[in-house]
């Protein structure tokens, strides 16, 4: 079902800054940007060779499971004992191109539920293609899943939550691209840009 921000209702949404306090923050935005953006063609030079897993808390292992394997395709690749709890399970899923989404129980310990809070995670962008992007809509639309887009500012983008309250952005974008702009190294040399 789909939802703009106005009528989703499972979305609630924070008050906006505006007048001079906006203002403010895109000066303070501006400035940043201006001190701090890095746009090196050569890549950023770091020694870490990419993200191996974010690690999120789920309430329920099997529903967890359930929705990421069989609803969205992500294949659980493994399911262990958590190394620093006792009965806690530490899982897996496969979201391909060899990137893994690792998820923690902590059964016995009861948990807030989700609010987005400094630390929290805010959504997860997953990179699909077109037919991907059109094949999860097709399947959320079937499955009566409420979700935000494709017209929530970005005709390229849907939102929902799973189970667990985690927000999941599908964004029909390639990898190292935001807003059809080249954002890494590898990206931006592939398209022949040049860069400062």
Known sequence: MIHDQATAPNIVLMPQP??????????????????????????????????????????????????YQEFLGFPLVELVENRDYNGSSHFFFDLGNRNLLGFFDFPGHAHPEHRET???????????????????KRRMDAAGVE???????????????DPNGIGLEFYRQELGRFEGRPLLGDARRALGEETA
């Open 18 to 67: 505006q007048g001079a306090e906006l203002a403010a923050l895109r000066a303070r935005r501006d400035d940043l940007r201006e001190r701090y953006l890095h746009r090196s063609a050569a890549g950023s030079g770091t020694p870490v060779r990419g993200v191996h897993h974010i690690a999120l808390i789920c309430r329920d292992v099997e529903q967890t499971i359930r929705f």
């Open 147 to 161: 979700y935000l887009g494709p017209a929530r500012g970005s005709a390229d983008s849907m939102y929902i939550r």
């Open 118 to 136: 400094i630390g929290g995670v805010q959504h997860l962008a997953l990179s699909v293609d077109g037919t991907a992007f059109e094949e999860l």
